[in-house]
């Protein structure tokens, strides 16, 4: 019997983009593009189950084995540190992680930073590189709004082309590391369908390379 | 005594087996106390799975620590005799926090040391110890072997070291090619070197095949010395029969300051992370100031909870009902042929509440079956 394998894909537009890849991998599963409301599509032929998860949860679904793959973005990646394989970036859904803050602000060394982010592991092991004193204000949405409300100094967050950033009049101002889509693998998963999971990533990395 | 293996859930069945099975090796129960001096782990929290560690005051005053951990109390606990090897196993309860929840829990822990001077075949009966005792919990399961010396003498090679090295050893123990090659390039490391490096890292395929494609990447003392090591393993490995489950992947890794030699991670089909877990450790003897060697693992069995169990949907296989003017002795007779039978009985008074395979009824015309589950 052959072994099915369990993809998990982030909702939105870089789970469908990736699961074009996978698709022209041949990897595909027609059922996934019609219009219902349906959360887990199979192609039994092909041993193969895509689900739809949100982004961040990903790395859950793989590190407990629940996924065997799944695409994350490498935000997600840096913030959980999930005990996975990181197997291939797809060089998909570019941007990167940075601090931004409002275009007249004056950074004071000699004060504690107060630092508005969804992403707090990420924002203290930046600052802690840099043995800065923080003071972490987790939201988990409109970071953009925190520096212009006085609520934070400055937002780590991530931006791809600072569109939303200038129109708030906020300006990037250091970047922390560059974000893109990976394929990430349960570690057990790996070891038990080696055979399909590599072959998988082969074609998959072949593909990425030609884009 | 046979107990039946209805009633033993997977921990408590793999805790007996385990048992069996290292004393049969000639290892010996090492039993030690819950309680441990805190100042033991202090200065080796990165040794311990999780660095939290929970703390009460003894009446004296002293700072104490309920076991996280079972290696460094039995090392401590050894005199550094350099004469003899100790073959030791344990099975004890260990405290500690887990990833997966953030309060701590108690969990039941096996393992195995073996101290003193190792030779290869000490090395090697380890291993095969490590190989069956996943065989107990599982038959299909994966030994994973790596070797830490041979991780270092890459690095070496190429002088990366320090945190450099760290950093390193995290992308290979995530398989992470991509970034092995941006760091490589910023650290200006030659091609054909990162070229070596991504294929130690993709490597994973059974012991002797995947040394055999490495052999020409071998440079620099240290990693001939570990290369060697891994051929003499294997070969000893396939003289026992056992090649196809065990398999070479570099990405198991560990903390370079305790573990020096090398190290082996193992899985079974079913539960999402590594159930076994251990290696050479010469460098936390050292540490501790005993001049030997050690090797030895642990099998964490709070996972095996995950493994599909086969148990039945029933709490009983047969109930028996009666009520007041049912003959009592007629009761107890029936209940106790059911059991000599084999079967799980419950006597219940008028009503039952629980799930069974086969509800009967004692009442004074005689006995009855009201309702057969398959």
Redesign the interface.
Same mark, same amino acid.
């Given at each position: 019997m052959k072994q099915m394998i369990n993809i998990a894909l982030p909702k939105g537009r870089l789970g469908e983009k990736a699961y074009r890849v996978f698709e022209e991998a041949g990897y595909e599963c027609p059922s996934i593009k019609e219009e219902n409301r349906k959360l887990i599509f199979a192609n039994e032929e092909k041993g193969i189950r895509y689900f739809w998860v949100k982004p961040s949860d990903v790395v859950i679904y793989v590190e407990r084995g629940a996924a065997d793959i799944g695409i994350a973005g490498k935000d997600i990646i840096l913030e959980y540190s999930p005990d996975i394989y990181e197997l291939a970036d797809l060089g998909m859904g570019k941007c990167r992680m940075a601090v931004a803050c409002k275009k007249d602000f004056c950074d004071d060394r000699d004060r504690t930073l107060r630092v508005a982010t969804k992403f707090p592991n990420i924002a203290k092991r930046y600052y802690a590189s840099q043995s800065r004193e923080i003071d972490i204000i987790k939201l988990n949405g409109s970071i953009e709004i925190a520096p212009i409300l006085g609520l934070s100094d400055v937002i780590v967050d991530i931006v791809e082309t600072g569109k939303t950033l200038y129109e708030n009049d906020l300006e990037p101002r250091e970047t922390i590391v560059d974000i893109s889509a990976r394929l990430i693998s349960n570690k057990a998963s790996y070891k038990f369908k080696n055979a399909e999971i590599s072959q998988m990533c082969e074609k998959i990395a072949e593909l990425v390379k030609a884009l | 005594m046979s107990i039946s293996d209805k009633v033993l859930k997977n921990d408590e069945k793999a805790i007996f087996k385990l048992r069996e099975l290292y004393s049969k090796y000639g290892y010996s129960r090492y039993k030690v106390s819950k309680f441990e001096e805190y100042d033991l782990y202090a200065g080796n929290k990165s040794f311990l799975i999780s660095e939290n560690i929970l703390t009460f005051t003894d009446t004296d005053g002293k700072l104490m620590a309920l076991k996280p951990d079972v290696t460094l109390s039995i090392i401590k606990n050894l005199g550094d005799s350099a004469k003899g090897t100790h073959k030791l196993y344990y099975n004890e309860n260990v405290y500690r926090t887990s @990833?997966a929840s953030d309060g701590f829990r108690e969990i039941m822990q096996t393992g195995l040391e073996c101290i003193g001077e190792l030779d290869i075949y000490a090395v090697c009966e380890v291993i095969m110890l490590a190989r069956k005792s996943l065989g107990v919990i599982s038959e /299909?399961n $994966?030994l +994973?072997i790596s070797h830490m010396g041979f991780l270092m003498g890459l690095m070496e090679n190429v002088g990366i070291e320090g945190k450099d090295a760290d950093f390193l050893l995290d992308c290979i123990g995530?398989? /992470? $090619? #991509? @970034?092995i090659k941006a760091f490589c390039a910023e650290r200006g490391v030659s091609e054909s070197d990162t070229e070596d490096m991504c294929a130690v890292t993709a490597l994973?395929a059974p012991l002797s095949e995947a040394l055999a494609s490495i052999r020409d990447i071998v440079k620099g003392e240290k990693m001939r010395a570990a290369y060697d090591e891994l051929c003499a393993v294997a070969s000893l490995i396939e003289n026992f029969g056992e090649t196809e489950s065990i398999?070479l +992947?570099f990405?198991t890794v560990n903390d370079m300051n305790y573990y020096n030699g090398i190290i082996f991670k193992g899985?079974v /089909?079913g $539960? #999402? +992370?590594?159930i076994l877990s251990g290696g050479r450790y010469d460098s936390l003897m050292q540490k501790m100031g005993k001049h030997t060697g050690a090797i030895g693992f642990a099998v964490y069995l709070d996972l095996l909870d995950r493994l599909e169990t086969g148990k039945s949907r029933y709490d009983v296989d047969t109930v028996l009902l009666y009520d007041d003017e049912s003959d009592i002795r007629l009761v107890a007779e029936l209940a106790d042929k059911l059991r000599s039978e084999g079967k799980t009985v419950r006597t219940e008074y008028k009503s039952t509440k629980v799930r069974y395979g086969e509800l009967v009824s004692v009442t004074k015309e005689g006995v009855k079956t009201l309702e057969a589950n398959d």
């Open positions: - | @990833a /299909n $994966i +994973d995530h398989k /992470n $090619i #991509p @970034a994973y398999r +992947d990405s899985f /089909n $539960i #999402p +992370d590594g």
